[in-house]
């Protein structure tokens, strides 16, 4: 709150009356103490340390000998991620975006950066970034490099499709995936260099791809794998191969590390369109506690599902998401393509289908997404079940109308129980 001083001037209250800035960089950090007194006249100490450890730990020795507990620092790459590590046990530290701390052009050195940063933290005006605790930190870590894996993979394979279609083979125009079992008995017997037999082909298709035999040998007659080409198919293969057997690895790793949120996964996902696995990805995002987010509404806006405000001379301006939630994003997107096709429980297909008449199929699919995050909000800050208020049963299937019924007459009978009266049901009477 901003305080009134004489001669009729605001200025901001200061909330922190001994902190620190730091200016981060690859090889050295530049730290400002800014210490202020009860006259409100702020004194500065400046230092410079390397960011091996021992210089590290030698700047957490000097913030604490000076009584300096709070330290704002800028979010620079991955390179404050060491010097957070070494300084969270002992001390506060806020991780801010650079652009609340960015400083005014022309007026920029390492040392005046770090000075103009404590300025602004000492009247707590940067907001913090959100840091979960270390064991979200090393889930997050996982699942970041798996989604990076996948996209490698996915890479791969478009890489391979591009193959068969330079060397005439349509595969990938009649089998709806050109890595399955059947597609891929075929391409390794077309690049065993065997000459080409169409009845052998035919024997190759399992299951439902026997129907599709006759076009299947249509789309491969005729067909020419030069050597380049033959080399590149089978490189593809092997490393997506690689690839899929790293990612097990990593989803072996990741399910070890949730353990400890096997109640939170398992009511994520009762919610249509979340699986155990999309649950712990979103837990290793978002972490468990939500008390650290504001509201629903500002967990999704840190995610990216919701507009930006753009309003100038009184006019708003339209514009898109924000581009936040690189990782989570897509993840809840995904899972609300999910929860649109549920016939078990229709709920957000009926949500899906009332926005898309109206705002077309992408904003109704990140609308939707909103909606999932919000239900795991509310559900991992109260530890409840997915129960949205807001459900027409008259579309439920009567399988699930009838489970909902039952869990209804079962909270109903706890609650007069609680008020002391008995309940005896009807067999019993």
Known sequence: MPAFLKGGFFMLRIVH?????????????????????????TSYKKKRFATFNSDLIACRDWLLKNHCSEVCMES???????????????????????????????????????MWIADLFKFDIVPSSY??????????ELFRYRYKLVNERSSEKMRLQNALTISNIALGSVLSDTFGKSASSIIEYLLSGQDFDPEYCKKLLLKRAKDKADDVVASIIGYEISNDQAIKMK????????????????????????????????LASDVPGITETSARYIIAEIGPDMSVFKSAKHLCSWAGLTPQNNESAGKKKSCRVSRAGAYLKPLLVQ???????DKQNPYFRAKYDRIKKRRGHKRAIIAVARMLLTCLYHMF???EAFQPSDIHYEELPEQLLKKRKELYIQQAIKLLENEGMTVVPPSVA
């Not at 840091?131 to 997050?140: S, T, V």
């Not at 997506?240 to 400890?260: C, Q």
């Open 381 to 383: 800050l109260k530890k």
């Open 131 to 140: 840091i979960p605790d270390r064991n979200i930190r090393k889930l997050r």
């Open 235 to 266: 490189l593809c293969r092997e490393h997506t191969d690689y690839l899929s057997s790293v990612i097990g690895r990593l989803d072996d790793a990741i399910t070890e590390l949730s353990n400890p949120y096997d109640e939170l996964i398992q």
């Open 335 to 341: 899972c609300a393509l999910a929860a649109i096709k």
């Open 17 to 41: 009356y001994n902190c620190a800035g730091m200016d981060v960089h690859k090889k050295f950090i530049a730290v400002c103490i800014a210490s202020t007194d009860f006259k409100g006249v």
């Open 76 to 114: 620079t790459g991955k390179y404050w991620i060491p010097i957070f590590n070494i300084l969270e046990s002992h001390l506060h530290v806020v991780v801010a975006n650079p652009k609340y701390v960015r400083a005014i052009k022309g007026q920029k050195t390492d040392d005046k950066d770090a």
